[in-house]
């Protein structure tokens, strides 16, 4: 009995060896917890976005001619109906000189006609009072009245040859004022093409030549951005946005949808996608916007303030995720999802706050059951 139960010993310790020695090593992973926070459903464009100047104009003169002079420079102010250019235009200025000189003499001319006419009308009236007292004859009379209704027709159109030519006037005026190239709106002055004794041509269409000055508003833009077509019917006019800009690329900038495309762009070799604009909130003080910037927009379509969530890329086939149990325990969990974003995705069901899932595993691989030796993540 002894020997017997020497041998079981043996037996036993052998076999706890060889338990030991062949059991499953425990495969490092690393961890988050369940938390709580806000939770979003977004939609982000597809390709990079612009920033836009609210106002823009490409400015062309409508007529061709050589530059006589040239107002301003790259990167001035100017105000709205400044002139910026004038072409070669002496002899539309002698036209409208012309046009001046003809409406002055209609002019005269008009006033002497008309006095004539007021004179001949009150020796009419003479003339018929003298003959109503028989002390003329009626025939003289009625020459006398015939000479005033014609001197009265004729100050009438001496009148209208006064309007003619004041019209003359306005269309010399017009005429002279294509050689102006005037601000439609405050702003700046982005390019200028063209040098004084250049000559400018104005663009014919389907024909294009860069525009004499490009003019645009600096202190006033707006995000341009396509977003995917599969994601338009669910933007709406006023919703929240957040802008990301490459040259500020610690700041996030508010701003609301304000337009979205009637149509689809579509594109050859490029995904379909619907123009949305976003109107920024006032920016700070510090910060100071260029029309091209590149933008990226964020559309807060829905958001969850207190919602149970875990980070979005830890979801397996779209409805499971890894969990360490409290005995160090890999299990495979089903999940129930809520809204969901490319950061964080709402669990419905399925998780518990403060259970922990894995976020990356060592690189042997993991099957569910496995033990597990945990490590949080730096920002746990």
Same mark, same amino acid.
């Given at each position: ?11 036993? %310790? ?23 926070? %806000? ?76 006095? /004539?006419?007021? /004179? ?86 389907? %024909? ?52 979205? /495309? ?61 969990? %360490? ?37 060592? /690189? ?17």
């Amino acid at each position: 009995m002894k020997k017997s139960l020497i041998t079981l010993v043996v037996l036993a %310790v052998l076999a706890a060896l060889f338990y030991y020695w062949s059991r499953p090593e425990p495969v490092t992973v690393t961890v988050v917890p369940v938390e709580r926070g %806000v939770v979003e459903r977004t939609v982000a464009n597809t390709r990079a976005g612009t920033v836009e100047a609210c106002q823009r104009s490409r400015l062309a003169l409508s007529i061709g001619g050589r530059i006589d002079r040239l107002l301003v420079d790259e990167g001035d102010q100017v105000v709205a109906g400044q002139l910026l250019m004038v072409l070669w235009n002496k002899d539309r200025e002698a036209q409208l000189q012309v046009a001046q000189a003809s409406e002055l003499s209609a002019q005269q001319e008009r006033q002497s006609i008309c006095i /004539s006419a007021q /004179s001949d009308l009150r020796e009419a009236r003479r003339l018929t009072n003298l003959a109503e007292r028989n002390l003329v004859s009626e025939e003289s009379a009625d020459l006398a009245e015939s000479r005033a209704q014609a001197s009265s027709a004729s100050c009438e159109a001496a009148k209208a040859r006064v309007v003619q030519a004041a019209a003359a006037v306005s269309a010399a005026a017009a005429v002279l004022e294509q050689t102006f190239l005037r601000a439609p709106f405050e702003g700046a002055v982005a390019e200028v093409t063209g040098e004084v004794g250049e000559y400018a041509t104005p663009s014919p269409p389907g %024909v294009m030549t860069p525009p004499a000055i490009d003019l645009l508003t600096d202190d006033c833009h707006y995000i341009s951005a396509p977003i995917d077509e599969v994601d338009a019917s669910d933007i709406a006019l006023g919703l929240p946005v957040r802008v990301t800009l490459d040259a500020f690329r610690d700041q996030v900038f508010p701003a609301t949808v304000r337009r979205i /495309s009637p149509y689809i762009l579509d594109q050859e070799k490029q995904a379909r996608t619907v123009e949305v604009e976003a109107e920024l909130e006032p920016l700070p003080e510090d910060v100071r916007l260029l029309a091209g910037y590149s933008a990226d927009m964020e559309i807060i379509l829905d958001s969850g303030d207190n919602a149970l969530r875990i980070p979005s890329e830890l979801v397996v086939d779209d409805e499971y995720v890894l969990v %360490v149990d409290d005995e160090g325990i890999l299990q495979r969990r089903q999940i129930r999802k809520g809204l969901t974003n490319w950061r964080y995705t709402e669990v419905l069901e399925g998780l518990k706050e403060g259970e922990l899932i894995v976020s990356n595993i060592g /690189s042997e691989g993991v099957e569910a059951g496995a033990p597990a030796k945990t490590g949080r993540t730096a920002n746990d």
